[in-house]
């Protein structure tokens, strides 16, 4: 799948959970989207969004650091073997991609914490 695909999926879920209206009336907001063919299209978007305004590109997100999600989950931020940041164990394949109000990075798939 392209990027563009799979980010429209993710805001298919974000629609269908009635989540919209936050991510427009959002002045900076860092997402995490699973891109995972296999992800189920009933995960809670704000497990995948750092509470606002954090706005985290990648040079920002430090390895070891310790970020919350808009549900209270914990995303972690780890050095991959071979480098590269994962996110709860999930590698970010495509990072820094700019949306109107944030940053979208996508993950391998769904995030465990």
Request: glycine residues 8%; charged residues 20%.
């Amino acid at each position: 799948m392209e990027y563009m695909e799979l980010a429209l999926r993710f805001y298919k879920i974000v629609v269908s959970s009635g989540k919209l209206p936050f991510f427009e009336e959002s002045t900076a907001v860092t997402i995490f989207a699973p891109i995972n063919a296999n992800c189920p299209n009933s995960v809670n978007p704000d497990d995948y969004i750092l509470i606002p305004p954090f706005l985290a590109y990648t040079p920002g997100l430090v390895p070891d650091g310790t970020y919350i999600t808009r549900s209270g989950k914990t995303i972690k931020v780890t050095w991959a073997k071979g480098g590269g940041r994962l996110v709860n164990g999930r590698r970010i394949v495509k990072a820094n991609v700019p949306i109107k109000n944030g940053v979208i990075h996508f993950i391998d798939g769904v995030c465990t914490s």
